[in-house]
């Protein structure tokens, strides 16, 4: 069994900068991808990056692609999603995501996070 917990939501002005963690305990001996999904109010989740476990691939939603940077530390069991010139659009609640192979579809993700907020205020 894997649990993901994520930390570094929070209230921010639009142009302002996050980073979100999501920490990775149970059996991590597996080499997990990971992803960050996301969910604004009355939209469906949505993909905003992934990265394998070696870490040498990632790939981003064209939304924000150039602004937000995923990237791990396997000594630490940690995943990061560092957020800039962040938007009112980019206001949802943020999951991590686990599973084999780093994917932009939910349903190739095992394991999920509980979420934290993100507010842009504008």
């Known amino acids: 069994q894997v649990q993901l917990v994520e930390s570094g939501g929070g209230l921010v002005q639009a142009g302002g900068s996050l980073r979100l963690s999501c920490t990775i305990s149970g059996r991590t001996s597996n080499r997990y991808a990971m992803g960050w999904f996301r969910q604004a109010p009355g939209k469906e989740r949505e993909f905003v990056a992934t990265i394998t476990w070696s870490g040498r691939s990632v790939f981003y939603a064209d939304s924000v692609k150039g602004r937000f940077t995923i990237s791990r530390d396997n000594a630490k069991n940690t995943v990061y999603l560092q957020m800039n010139r962040l938007k009112p659009e980019d206001t949802a609640v943020y999951y991590c995501?686990?599973?084999?192979?780093?994917?932009?579809?939910?349903?190739?993700?095992?394991?999920w996070g509980q979420g934290t907020q993100v507010t842009v205020s504008s």
């Open positions: 995501a686990a599973g084999g192979a780093a994917a932009i579809h939910d349903d190739q993700y095992n394991y």
